[in-house]
Structure formats: C-alpha cells, structure tokens
C-alpha cells in the first residue's frame, strides 16, 4: 500500500522529468546540494528504473530517503542492493544504523552483529556501532554487543571508552571509572580521553565518591602511573578535599625525590579554582621544605600572586625582590620585575616605582612579552597622569603586528577610551567601530556598542552632559571614587535617556562595591521607576537581588526576583548565572 500511495501522489513530477528531456545526474547532486532532497528523489528514481543495477544512483537516492525520513524505502532501496552484491562491513553498518532511524531496534541488531562477524580491525572500527546504540539511548545493548565483541576476539578491553559510557550513562559508576583507567595504560590519545571521561565522573555529586575509592585502590598498585596520580588529585579538589589533596601532593612530593614540582602543580589547581589560602600554604610550605628547589622562583612567582589575590601586599613584594636577588634564571628576574611593577602601580599606588620597574624591562627586553605588558602598563600610568598625549604614543607603539588578538583588542579600545576622556568623540567612534570591525567577537564589543550609541546619539545634542559623562568614564577608570560619585549624580539629575539609565547602574555598583547596601537599592529602584524600558535595568534588578540574597531576611524577595528577571529577560547574559543558583538552592535544602 505504501508504494502504490507514493507512486500517485508524485504524477506531475515524473511528467515534468520526461519533458524537461530526463536530466542527468548532475542535475541530482546540484539539486541535493541546494537541499531540493524531494526535486532529487524524483530525477534519481526515473534513473533507477532505466538503470536498477546502478550503484551511484542507488547512493545517491539514500541520502535523498534519509533526509526525508522515508525509512521504508530506504530499507526497501538497501534489501534491492544486499541481492546483487555481497554487503561489506561498512554496508551492514549503515543498514543497521537505517533501522535505528526507523524504529526497528531488533533488527538493527541483525546487521549490526552481521558487520561483527566480518570485521577486519586493521581495516575497520567497530567505534561508530557502539555510538550508534549509544546516540538512540540503547545503553544495554551497547554493552552486550561490545561485550559480544570482546569475547569473539579476544581482547577484554576492546572499546573501552565505549563500554564506560554505556556504564557510566547507566550510573554504574565504578565499573566505567574501571574501563576508563585501562585507557590509562595505552597510547597518548586514548590515555588523554580516559583522563577527560574519569574528570568528567568527578565533576558529579553522585558519582565522585565511588571514582575516588577506586582511584585511591588503583594508585596502590601503580604508585609511577603520572596520569592516574594527576586525576586523584583532582578528584579530592573537586569534592573540596583540600586537606587530604595537600597530604596527597606532599607525599608524591616525597616519592618525587622532593623536588617541589608536585606541590607548584598543586598551587596552580587552587589558584585556578580560586582557593589561594591552599596556595598560600603550599607555597609557604614548599619554600620552607624545599629552599634549595629548582622551583624556588616559580613558586615565589605563585606565591606572590596567591598574596596579592588576599590583599597581602608586602609579602607579595618581598617575594619578587628575593627573586630579583637570587634567582638564576634570567627570564623569572624579569618577569618578578614586571610582576613587582604591577604590584607598584595597581594595589600599592607606587607609580613612580613602578615606572622604573616598566622602564628597565623596556631598555633590556624589547620586543618580548613583558616588554609589551610593560609597555601597555606605563601607558596606563600615563592616563592617570592625564599625559594623553604620551599614552596615545605608548598604546599605538603595540599596534605592529605582534600582540595577539585579544591583546590588540584590549590596545585598541584603551585608544577609543583615550579619545573619550579628551572630548575627541569623532575620532573616538571612529576607532571603535574599527575595533569592532576588526574582533567582532570580542571581550570589548558590547562595551564598544554602548559608547557608539550614546555618542551617536548625545554628543551632537548634549554637549555639556557629554563632557559629564567622559569625566565620569574617566574617574571610573582610574578608580577615583569621590569624584566619579560627583559625576555620575549630575548625570542622573540630568535625566538624559541616553546617560541616566546608565549612570544610575553604574552609581549602584559603586554603592554595592563600598557596602552603601541603602544607596545601592535606592539607585536601582531611580533606575527602574525613571528608565523602566532601559537596557540597564534587568541589570541594575540583577544587582539589587544579588543584595537581598546575601541577607536571610530579603532572600525570599531575592528569589521572586530572581524568577521575575528569568521569565521577562531570559535571554539576558545574567540568566545562566541565576538558573546556576537556583539550582544550588534546591539541591541544598534537599540535601
């Protein structure tokens, strides 16, 4: 019944085929590749019945029936194939992968076995059959077949990746963390992707426990095995084991002829997931068990920088001035001084020391990384000073080629901003839609859209609230919070809608940032009574109820909030974050 149906509904067509005098398979390929799948069907099956042994027509109108979802003929195309030539490997593969398609599980098997018996591992991959069950959530049958596999050749880790993930997808946990750590043993490639599918285990709550007593029995019996030893470490960090991590890495500190190189790993994983106290303790810890280490500078280096992110500053700086003192190595002198001369100029308002620092670096190390950053960092400096013109100078000296992208973007913008700050909003814009132009997808874009359009739209009719808001922008940037204050109230008096609504946002982070919780609020609640419409005001919403969660008696209000901003502003940037803390919110009180 079925083909009698198809043959009448496509009369006109196949009438159409015989008038335009049967065109030739090219017409078919140009006819795919535009997608007219259905146009496609129609020329190939007129060329099927002329031809009914041609293989390349028969390829051809499988794609077409495959991408139409017509699974009975494709089936019915594939059985016509199978009686007039022997079907390879490949063959059954793909007629089991038909019958996936269209619902017949059982007989999916049937090739699918047929290709097992057949295989030829120097020639094929039985890879892609195990996705296949895997792709249509046959987890158990993906297990029975590479289990089947396995015993027909004789290889009790075949497919091992494979087998995990069918394990691991049934939440039997220990036995894939099994199957992956045979990978372990292998080539680089499979030992990486066994490493990646264990970390994966691990970043879940229901599963880190089991993959960790594993680990922790497997280490025993292979106390040299580098990746099996990385992937324990991570998995007590993940579940904030940090304790027994440090335990762990000073013991493999000691198994590694205490060379401190397990301990500098350790810091970086805790600096990385934002944990600097460990950092500290490690770094504090290595300096002291280790002073004569080959890692003494690099862990100074961290050390310092694990300080800096806990606002201890003078150790910070006594730890770059011992590098500088005794370090034997020529490129960690120049990156302490280059470190130093951020320290100077970003948290210790020393910008006179750190100018020296930036100047030594650009006399002895041209044309290198720190130079660059130097170079960068000095312009800066120069901005504060309000030395436009010897910023401007600094700033497009790094415009030769050499930065990497995101570097340049960061260059270019800080130019526009210059422009800005000095009233030069023409050659500002200009410069931002270059930079936009030239990084499209960049860190700066939205910044450099918001710009644009407030000077397209305010410079030439505002030229007082203008100047306002470029001091303003200015005050921001060098972090001059008195004065920005100043700028950004006469802005919102102003009630300009191209400057209040942002002003308003950004006097409330200002509050938010020096504990006014009251100011904050009444900032946020000027910005949504005044500019309800404002691009800025699910933002400064967002803001307020980061506030209200932080207090067990506004949390509730928070929450409501929360799920207003979800359902009206989803497609917001902040809507990933809030659905995040939700989520943890649940999970906490079933907990």
């Known amino acids: ?136 959530g046959q987890y158990r049958r993906e297990k029975i077949f590479i289990d089947s596999a396995r015993i027909r050749y004789g290889n009790p880790s075949l497919m091992a990746l494979h087998m995990g993930d069918a394990l691991a997808a049934m939440q039997e946990f220990g036995p894939a963390t099994l199957e992956y750590l045979t990978c372990l043993e292998k080539d680089s490639t499979v030992v990486a992707a066994g490493e990646k599918k264990i970390s994966d285990l691990i970043k879940f709550q229901n599963s880190v426990d089991t993959v960790l007593a594993i680990l922790a029995k497997k280490i025993d019996d292979r106390p040299n095995n580098r990746a099996l030893l990385s992937i324990y470490g991570m998995a007590l960090m993940e579940r904030d084991g940090y304790d027994e991590a440090f335990a762990f890495y000073r013991r493999q500190d000691s198994l590694q002829n205490k060379s401190g190189g397990e301990l500098i790993h350790f810091m970086r994983e805790c600096g990385r997931r934002g944990h600097n106290d460990y950092k500290i303790k490690a770094g504090e810890y290595l300096l002291t068990a280790h ?64 100018r020296i620092n930036f100047q030594i670096i650009l006399k002895d190390r041209p044309g290198t990384r720190q130079s660059d950053e130097a170079t960068s960092a000095l312009a800066d400096i120069y901005v504060g000073e309000r030395r436009f013109d010897s910023a401007i100078v600094k700033y497009e000296s790094l415009l030769d080629g050499r930065l990497k992208d995101d570097k340049l973007e960061a260059v270019e913008f800080a130019l526009a901003r210059i422009f800005m700050f000095t009233g030069n909003f023409k050659e500002a814009v200009t410069r931002l839609r270059r930079m936009m132009n030239s990084h499209p997808r960049g860190l700066y874009v939205n910044d450099a859209i918001q710009f644009t359009l407030i000077i397209d739209e305010t410079a030439d009719q505002y030229p007082d609230q203008m100047d306002l808001f470029s001091s303003a922008e200015y005050f921001h940037h060098v972090g001059e919070n008195d004065s920005l204050e100043y700028y950004l109230r006469k802005i919102c008096r102003v009630e300009i809608p191209t400057l209040a609504p942002l002003s308003y946002y950004h006097l409330a982070n200002l509050y938010r940032n020096q504990d006014r919780r009251q100011e904050t609020i009444a900032a946020v609640d000027s910005l949504a009574a005044n500019y309800p419409q404002s691009y800025y005001m699910p933002l400064g919403l967002k803001l307020k109820a980061d506030l209200l969660w932080t207090d067990d008696n506004t949390r509730q209000e928070a929450k409501n909030l929360y799920r207003d901003l979800l359902e009206k502003y989803g497609s917001y940037p902040f809507a990933a974050e809030i659905r995040e803390l939700l989520r943890r919110e649940i999970e906490t009180k079933q907990i």
């Open 291 to 354: 002073p004569q280490s080959a890692f003494r500078s690099l862990a100074r280096l961290e050390l310092a920088e694990a300080y800096i992110k806990t606002n201890q500053f003078n150790p910070a700086e006594n730890l770059y001035t011992a590098v500088l003192e005794d370090s034997s190595r020529f490129g960690d002198r120049y990156e302490a001084l280059l470190r130093s001369g951020l320290l100077y100029k970003n948290h210790m308002n020393k910008p006179a020391q750190a």
């Open 1 to 136: 019944m079925t083909v009698l149906a198809d043959e009448t509904d496509r009369p006109a067509p196949r009438r159409t085929v015989v008038e335009i005098k049967t065109p030739g398979i090219d017409k078919a390929i140009w006819m795919i590749r535009m997608g007219n799948y259905n146009g496609a069907t129609v020329v190939l099956e007129y060329h099927l019945e002329n031809s009914p042994e041609d293989k390349n027509v028969m390829e051809l109108l499988a794609v077409c029936y495959e991408q139409e979802k017509q699974y009975d003929k494709l089936i019915a195309l594939y059985r016509r194939q199978m009686t007039q030539q022997t079907p390879d490997f490949q063959f059954l593969e793909n007629f089991g992968h038909i019958h996936l398609l269209s619902g017949d599980i059982d007989s999916a098997e049937v090739y699918f076995y047929r290709a097992l018996n057949i295989w030829d591992k120097q020639k094929q991959t039985l890879g892609p059959i195990a996705e296949k069950y895997h792709l249509f």
